[in-house]
């Protein structure tokens, strides 16, 4: 079975913290996703990654960055964290829609920025 | 883009009771994913299913691409079917396109 793992499945920052999340896959995809779900506003795509050292912009980039240095490990950085980013981050991998694009998701982190 | 919507927003079932969630697409697809995002957060692939019918246990989906729908179908629905059910599409690129997705309460 597909394993994504999360680091951390509950955080609590204060604002203005670094905050690292971790997401590691163990199926050799090529393709990583970050996304954030709010209520209200559904899955919303931060930033994806089709290839090592490899990084797109999704839709809502802003106060986020992200790094990947090795195939199966693709973490979202919060540079400075603010209360705005209190939400549940999610991380995926996945196939190339080429192929079958399918998805899988790891558990989520549910941040709180304080 | 492609639009994705799904029907009903929310529902509540008896435990027991049969039930059928929709998708509507506004553009032909080459992937469809269902998911159950549990009561943790967490999002647990049903199936992947880009045409045609498939059946696991009490859950099935069919998804007729030339009319741009898919339909999950849960019977005698538990309580732990609770969560929020999505369907998401893929845009031909990178990119994976997710309902607002449909809220299922089950009732004991």
């Known amino acids: 079975d597909v394993k994504v793992t999360q680091s951390s499945r509950y955080l609590v920052k204060r604002t203005g913290e670094k905050v690292f999340l971790e997401c590691v896959q163990d199926?050799?995809?090529?393709?990583m996703f970050w996304y954030r779900q709010d209520p209200g506003l559904g899955l919303r795509l931060i930033y994806f990654?089709?290839?090592?050292?490899?990084?797109e912009k999704g839709d809502i980039p802003e106060g986020y960055s992200v790094s990947r240095e090795k195939k199966e490990r693709f973490s979202l950085i919060l540079e400075s964290a603010s209360t705005n980013q209190t939400s549940m981050y999610l991380c995926a991998s996945g196939l190339d829609q080429s192929d079958t694009g399918e998805l899988f998701f790891g558990e989520g982190s549910r941040l709180t920025v304080l | 883009g492609i639009q994705v919507e799904q029907s009903p927003p929310d529902l509540i079932l008896q435990e027991g009771a049969n039930s059928t969630l929709r998708c509507n697409f506004s553009?032909?697809?080459?992937?469809l994913q269902w998911f159950h995002q549990n009561p943790w957060g967490q999002l647990i692939n049903l199936f992947y299913?880009?045409?045609g019918t498939k059946q696991n246990g009490r859950l099935s989906a069919t998804t007729v691409a030339t009319e741009r729908y898919s339909l999950l179908y849960i019977s005698s629905s538990q309580t732990t079917d609770s969560g929020v059910y999505f369907c998401?599409?893929?845009?031909?690129?990178?990119?994976?396109?997710f309902g607002a997705g449909t809220r299922l309460f089950v009732k004991a």
């Open positions: 990654s089709y290839d090592v050292k490899m990084k």
């Open positions: 299913i880009p045409s």
């Open positions: 998401a599409v893929g845009d031909g690129g990178f990119k994976t396109i």
């Open positions: 553009d032909s697809v080459n992937n």
């Open positions: 199926m050799d995809h090529e393709n």
